[in-house]
């Protein structure tokens, strides 16, 4: 099992270019997050998809768009990157359990960095 | 908008003492409290996760919850300098359209020889 896997690792976009953050899970399961991670801010979470089909915001869409191709991938697109979203994204999965409640399991992260 | 507070750190221990680490949230609907381990440049790691009020031992780590004070703490006994990293303390939330966490802003932990 690879779990949940994000590519590329890395990316340098020029303001206003356009780019797209793959993630896929082999777990089986039904919920997907996408979460951005910048110093001092701790986790935010961007988008997520409780089930496939469907896609909720979170607290920082502005900029962000998102699909839920099928149960194992979620993308997450910039259409338009500008510097304020130079971050860590992680992407995360998770299967709900016992009393209703998720354990959350991470991908590596995709370092991007917008000049 | 719901928040998790968490002291930033860092928390300097000596090697073999216990790391207490605290964390509060302010949903007090919240039902489930999960530690996550990030070590630099890494991603979260889930280490424990806890529902009831008390205490939940797992190792060397034990998750500590009260509901009536809305806090949860992680303790973390014979601390190793491999416990060296950021622990970030989430709270659920159940919504229509899913589970989703929140996350604290994490405390950095440094354990020295």
């Known amino acids: 099992n690879a779990g949940v896997t994000q590519t590329p690792k890395f990316q340098v976009l020029k303001t206003g270019q356009s780019m797209t953050l793959q993630c896929a899970q082999d777990?089986?399961?039904?919920?997907m997050y996408w979460y951005r991670q910048d110093p001092g801010m701790g986790l935010r979470l961007i988008y997520y998809s409780a089930s496939e089909g469907t896609t909720d915001k979170g607290e920082v869409p502005n900029g962000y768009n998102v699909s839920r191709l099928n149960k194992r991938e979620f993308s997450l697109r910039l259409e338009s990157a500008a510097p304020s979203q130079t971050s860590v994204y992680f992407c995360?999965?998770?299967?709900?359990?016992?009393?209703?409640?998720?354990?959350?399991?991470f991908g590596p992260g995709t370092r991007l960095t917008v000049l | 908008q719901k928040e998790v507070e968490q002291n930033s750190g860092p928390l300097s221990v000596p090697e073999g003492a216990i790391a207490s680490l605290n964390c509060t949230y302010s949903d007090r609907v919240s039902q489930s409290f999960f530690w996550y381990r990030q070590y630099s440049g890494k991603s979260p790691e889930l280490i424990m996760s806890?529902?009831?009020?008390g205490d939940k031992e797992d190792g060397r780590f034990t998750a500590q919850l009260n509901k009536a004070s809305q806090y949860v703490s992680l303790l973390i006994r014979d601390s190793q300098p491999s416990d060296s990293a950021t622990y970030l303390c989430?709270?659920?939330?159940?919504?229509?359209?899913?589970?989703?966490?929140?996350f604290g802003t994490g405390t950095q932990l440094k354990v020295e020889l």
């Open positions: 995360a999965s998770s299967e709900v359990g016992l009393w209703g409640t998720d354990t959350q399991y």
């Open positions: 989430a709270v659920n939330e159940v919504t229509g359209g899913g589970n989703k966490l929140t």
């Open positions: 777990m089986n399961h039904n919920s």
């Open positions: 806890i529902y009831s009020n």
